[in-house]
C-alpha cells in the first residue's frame, strides 16, 4: 500500500467537500507520471488549505480521453454537481494545462471506498 497526495485549490473546496462527505466516490486526474501508479489498496491523503482527510482506493480505470470516460461513467458520478456533461467536460479545461495533459497522458479514475 502507498500514499498519495491529492492537493485541491481552495476555489475547488466543494469537489473536496464532495469527497469528503461521500457524495463524490470517483475523483480524476490527468494520468501524469504523478498520479498513473496509484492503485487499488492505496491511500489518498486529500488536502485543500488546512484541511485534509484520507480515503482508501477501491479500483482505478483508465482512459485515453474524456469522451471515452464519460462513456464509461456518468459524468453525474464524477462532477455530482454539474448541470449536463457538457459542463463536466468544460469544467476540465478550467484546470491550467489539463486538455494538454489529457491529450498527453490520458485520465485517471480513482474509485473510492
Known amino acids: 500500500m502507498k500514499q498519495w497526495v491529492l492537493d ?6 466543494t469537489e ?7 457524495i463524490k466516490k ?11 501508479l496509484i492503485a487499488a489498496g492505496d491511500e489518498i491523503i486529500f488536502t485543500v488549505e488546512d484541511d485534509i482527510f484520507v480515503k482508501k482506493v477501491a479500483t482505478v ?13 456518468s459524468y453525474q458520478e ?3 454537481y454539474a448541470p449536463s456533461l457538457p459542463a463536466a467536460i468544460e469544467k ?12 498527453r497522458y490520458g485520465l485517471i ?5
Open 8 to 13: 485541491f485549490l481552495p476555489v475547488n473546496r
Open 16 to 22: 473536496f467537500i464532495a469527497i469528503q462527505s461521500g
Open 26 to 36: 470517483i475523483e480524476v486526474r490527468a494520468c501524469a507520471p504523478k498520479y498513473a
Open 61 to 73: 480505470k483508465r482512459f485515453v480521453s474524456l469522451e471515452a470516460m464519460f462513456a464509461g461513467i
Open 78 to 80: 464524477i462532477q455530482p
Open 92 to 103: 476540465y479545461a478550467t484546470f491550467p494545462q489539463y486538455p494538454e495533459k489529457i491529450a
Open 109 to 113: 479514475a480513482i474509485y473510492l471506498e
